[in-house]
Nanobody
Framework: QVQVREYGGGLVQAGGSLRLSCVAS????????TKWFRRAPGKEREFVAG????????PYPDSVKGRFTISRDNAKNTIYLQMNTLKSEDTAMYFC?????WGQGTQVTVSS
């Protein structure tokens, strides 16, 4: 059974960068997409980025397009989310998802 865990959240000033990591374990299938979502206080969960096993990415939503980049290192079972030019509206709990597995989330707070 796949399990995922997120790392790398924190507090950053507006305009700064962070890189989140999602480490997967117990993977037995390579057909799942790995996705990043976020949930800000009082808002619904929002899809942020997705990538398949071969490294093909899903279209980014307009809210992060041009600023966020998803990538993966299959040898390390790790999926990354590089977040640049962060804005206060990027403040949220960020979650990694792969198939039925969800991580606990990592908090990203952007101060203006």
């Amino acid at each position: 059974q796949v399990q995922v865990r997120e790392y790398g959240g924190g507090l950053v000033q507006a305009g700064g960068s962070l890189r989140l990591s999602c480490v997967a374990s117990g993977r037995t299938f390579t057909t799942y997409l790995t996705k990043w979502f976020r949930r800000a206080p009082g808002k619904e969960r929002e899809f942020v980025a997705g990538i398949n096993w071969s490294g093909v990415t899903l279209p980014y939503p307009d809210s992060v397009k041009g600023r966020f980049t998803i990538s993966r290192d299959n040898a390390k079972n790790t999926i990354y989310l590089q977040m640049n030019t962060l804005k206060s509206e990027d403040t949220a709990m960020y979650f990694c998802n792969e198939g039925p597995a969800w991580g606990q989330g990592t908090q990203v707070t952007v101060s203006s």
